[in-house]
Every structure is written in structure tokens, then in C-alpha cells.
């Protein structure tokens, strides 16, 4: 089946650094979704991509889908502590029943 | 932004017991709904996917006799853990969709601990 791999696992960073996360996958997908847990919620969607080459920005987030549709990666500006949490990639293929593959997620703690 | 409404938030159960989980799209239809399963610093594992009015289909793994999945409305779908045993302790989260490639949206989540 089709694979996604997250990488940092986690992340260390202090107050107002920029951080980079990213996801690629082993076959290409239609959709790339962001998405942020913070603990014991469910996933927030953040942000939605549904074009190679598309760039979307969303508030300090900024995502991309990369050109062979095989990756994407979120940047968050100037982090504050709020941005504490797991952040999760999925791609989706759309002939798949809406079904969404999942990163294995990007643990972010801020310190102040 | 579209609202899923999960219940309950958390449930202990006794060894044996079902235990049932609401899932509920609060101002919109829900063609599709996902179940998810998630263990400690873990990513989400669909368990199965749940249409309006139809059997849900499951992947891989997951006993359909276990995990029971009922899409009874275009607002509701449960899920009954049956003959629960610690080792179905676990995060259960919901997703819904309003229309098939749109996006989903997750409820809070339910904490189930099997004692």
C-alpha cells in the first residue's frame, strides 16, 4: 500500500524560530492535507493543497505540493508556544474512496 | 468550518462489556465517515470506512464482528466495540465528509480504557 514517511519525528526549536517539516510518499496522491493534534483531540485540518506546484499559506503556516506529487511540506514562521503538538501529512488518491494515507506525524515542542 | 461531534469524550469499561461511540456531523450531511484507532505517539489507523445506508467496508485486520459499524443517518455513525478486552484500549477518533474527495473532519476523539 501506498507510504508516507514524515520526517523530523520531533522537533526541539525556541520561541520565534521558523520550523520545516516535510512528507514523501512512494506513489503520488491527488490531495495533500495538513493537519495538527494537540493532546488527547482530534486532528485540526490546517491546510489543503489539490495541485502540484501549489503554494498555500495560512496565517504563520505554509505548505506546498510538490511537483511530483510524491511530497509536501509545511513551514511555520515565528513559532509561539501555542504551535505545540503533533502535526500529521495524509495524501489522498482520489479514485481511493476518500480514504486518507497518513504520516507517522512531526512531534513540535516550543520552549518560551 | 463543518463540526464532529464525538461521544463520548472518554468511557472505562468493564473486561467483556460493549461499549458503543457516537459520531455525529452537527451542520452538515455526512456521506462518508472514517474510523480511526490511535495508539500513544502513534499515527491514525483507518479501521474502516462507513457510508449512509450501506455496510461499512474495513481494512485489512480489523474483525468487522469486534468493531461494529453502523452509518444509520446522514448525521450519525457508531461504532460498537464489542466484548471489549484491555487490549482494545485505545484513542477511537472520528472523520466526516460532506461529499466523496472533500475534505474530512475530525471529531475530538474518544479515550477507551478497558479494565
Known amino acids: 500500500g501506498q507510504q508516507l514517511n514524515q520526517s523530523p519525528q520531533s522537533m526541539f526549536i525556541q520561541e520565534g524560530e521558523d520550523v520545516s517539516m516535510n512528507c514523501t510518499s512512494s506513489s503520488i496522491f491527488n490531495t495533500w492535507l495538513w493537519y495538527k493534534q494537540d493532546p488527547g483531540e482530534g486532528p485540526v485540518l490546517l491546510i489543503a493543497?489539490?495541485?502540484?506546484?501549489e503554494l498555500t499559506s495560512n496565517g504563520r503556516l505554509t505548505a506546498q505540493f510538490g511537483i511530483t506529487r510524491k511530497d509536501s511540506f509545511l513551514n511555520i514562521s515565528a513559532s509561539i508556544p501555542s504551535d505545540v503538538g503533533i502535526y500529521f501529512c495524509a495524501g489522498r488518491y482520489n479514485t481511493n474512496a476518500g480514504k486518507s494515507t497518513f504520516g507517522d506525524g512531526t512531534t513540535l515542542t516550543v520552549k518560551p | 468550518g463543518a463540526v464532529v461531534s464525538q461521544h463520548p469524550s472518554w468511557v472505562i469499561c468493564k473486561s467483556g462489556t460493549s461499549v458503543k461511540i457516537e459520531c455525529r456531523s452537527l451542520?452538515?450531511?455526512?456521506?462518508?465517515m472514517f474510523w480511526y484507532r490511535q495508539f500513544p505517539k502513534q499515527s491514525l489507523m483507518l479501521m474502516a470506512t462507513s457510508n449512509e445506508g450501506s455496510k461499512a467496508t474495513y481494512e485489512q485486520g480489523v474483525e468487522k464482528d469486534k468493531f461494529l459499524i453502523n452509518h444509520a443517518s446522514l448525521t450519525l455513525s457508531t461504532l460498537t466495540v464489542t466484548s471489549a478486552h484491555p487490549e482494545d484500549s485505545s484513542f477511537y477518533i472520528c472523520?466526516?465528509?460532506?461529499?466523496?474527495?472533500?475534505?474530512?473532519?475530525f471529531g475530538q476523539g474518544t479515550r477507551l480504557t478497558v479494565v
Open positions: 493543497l489539490y495541485k502540484a506546484g
Open positions: 451542520d452538515f450531511q455526512a456521506t462518508t
Open positions: 472523520s466526516a465528509t460532506e461529499v466523496l474527495h472533500s475534505e474530512a473532519f
